[in-house]
């Protein structure tokens, strides 16, 4: 009789401990954009759950939170995306005072245009658009957008699959401001970039880094941390910025209007902006931190490089994206009608 009970009273235990609810986090992050060993640890310390789906641009990701219904807390949408998604009531406003190491963010990250009062964001990671190339393979100087429209690279090029930075490289190579809302540089920048589609060998996203590192084409569109991956696995490539000028970015932590974990959010936030937390994602990722203190969990060689930690006084003009809501269906048809030309 006494093992029947002690076996009941197993089976009853077993049943209470399955119906309570584990605290969890759903986010919804940019594609290999977190090292899993943060989120592992960060599951042991607090106990939450941390349920991550993957975007591969801003626009796939705006698209699905627009729509309703997901149920996502946390995201790292981009400069311009955030603008876009204040002005549309999307985020919960945050109080950094929560924040036990938000004083360790650079200023220089703070304040900034598509967030002035910082009520929305914070900031997780910034990098910038450039051009990668391997040296076996191209022997001329590569210091301008133009290396992209040159025939000898035909089916060698690889550009991005994404509207803001494919129409902002053809606008920078035109002249013309990454943001520009006038309709005539826009239609320059399109005509430009159907001229440049037969030598084009594909228009692609996360995949772009292995293929790169494998050879598979000479010349590419890349951001900076991917960058510094590809020249870390193959030392023939190079990163450089080019003359005309490109873009800075920032990806930031929003927690949504309607998340129902906020509270974890938060959590999660202030432990990813830890400085030795900081530096493993960079030291996985490969793109600079807004949290200087982070520089000292690094290894000298990252630490040093200046793909990954830039001395912003000595690139040429960059440009944060703006939110082109008076335009969008400007670049949207303007896209379209680039994806879709022969």
Known sequence: MNKFYALLLGVILLLVGCGEEKEVLNFYNWGDYIDEDVIDQFEKETGIKVNMDNFETNEDMYIKLSKGGSNYD??????????????????????????KN???????????????????????LWGTVGIVYNTKEVDDVVDSWDILWKEKYKNNIFMLNSQRDTIGV????????????????????KEALITQKPLVAAYIGDEMKDAMVAEEAAIAVTWSGEGFVMNHENPNINYIIPKEGSNIWFDSFVILKDAKNKENAMKFIDFLLRPEISAKNVEYIGYSTPVPEALDYVDEEIKNNRIVNPNLDELPELEVFKDPQDIIKEYERIWLEITSAE
């Open 170 to 189: 053809a606008l920078k190579k035109l002249g013309y401001s990454m943001n520009s809302r006038n309709v005539n540089e826009l239609e320059e920048a």
């Open 102 to 124: 938000y004083s360790k963010i650079d200023p220089f990250f703070k304040n900034l245009e598509y967030d002035p009062e910082n009520k929305y964001s914070v900031p997780y």
């Open 74 to 99: 946390l995201a790292t949408p981009s400069d311009y995306m955030i603008e876009k998604m204040i002005k549309e009531g999307m985020l919960e406003e945050i109080d950094t005072n929560q924040f």
